[in-house]
């Protein structure tokens, strides 16, 4: 019943923006450890409340991910809807949205939904166009986390029993994060608390909603992540691992 979640069925590629067809159904990731913040112009990449955001970041990592996050979100924008092609990215917005849960993307007077992830200096990001029932989510997998223990204090006992049956720590582990990932996606897709989706089995959750799921693992930088995709109707989400930003 839960094998299919545990498939790699999701479609990873190494890429640069000049791969990108025009398509809603694209996750971008990239590696933000590697932007040197500090010598970019963030002017010519953020808006006026962007720049106002980041200022605010204590963390260098966390203006990495920001930075990132929105470089990401609009050069999606302007290679897979080739009506913003011509729209500086300072021109183009991001806001969260308080009523929908949502953060968006404000281009002129259209607003795109979108989702991000990001885990140890890790981003992910996908535009949301058509408004569908869509969501995912990246984790490094950690083979020191208490498996066990954290499975049997916030997991449902069946998810515990996949997660406890191997003996090997790097198979635990997988499924643990397979799990985690999966309920985040979740959680994104329908605008819940995550609080709301740790207990209830998400193999079950994703059946009575109607939803389908495609996951896989990555490795970046000698670090293994798990990524999940959580959607309403489409099957063929694929993830680009950037090398650059196209900056």
């Not at 953060?103 to 979108?114: E, F, P, R, S, Y």
């Not at 166009?129 to 969501?135: C, H, L």
């Not at 989510?137 to 498996?147: A, G, V, Y």
């Amino acid at each position: 019943m839960t094998n299919h979640f545990f498939k790699n069925t999701l479609s990873i590629a190494p890429s640069f923006y000049s791969d990108l067809s025009p398509s809603n159904n694209t996750i971008l990731v990239f590696n933000a450890n590697t932007l040197n913040v500090e010598h970019l112009d963030l002017t010519q990449y953020l808006s006026p409340f962007e720049l106002s955001v980041i200022n605010r970041r204590k963390r260098m990592q966390a203006k990495q991910e920001y930075l990132a996050s929105r470089i990401l979100l609009k050069q999606l924008a302007k290679h897979t809807q080739p009506q913003y092609a011509h729209i500086p990215l300072n021109k183009m917005s991001t806001h969260f949205n308080e009523e929908c849960s949502k953060l968006q993307l404000h281009i002129n007077h259209i607003v795109i939904n979108t989702c991000i992830s990001h885990s140890h200096g890790l981003v992910g990001v996908a535009l949301n166009v058509t408004k569908a029932e869509f969501g995912f989510d990246i984790e490094k997998i950690n083979l020191k986390r208490p498996f066990e223990k954290l499975a049997k204090h916030f997991y449902h006992k069946a998810e515990i029993a996949l997660i406890t049956a191997p003996l090997a720590i790097k198979e635990q582990a997988q499924s643990f994060f397979r799990i985690w990932t999966l309920k985040e996606a979740l959680a994104k897709a329908t605008s819940r608390p995550i609080a709301q989706l740790l207990s209830p089995n998400v193999f079950d959750e994703f059946s009575l909603l109607n939803l389908t799921a495609s996951s896989n693992t990555i490795t970046v930088a000698n670090e293994e992540f798990d990524i999940s995709v959580a959607h309403k109707k489409s099957t063929d989400w694929r993830c680009f691992i950037l090398n650059n930003l196209d900056t």
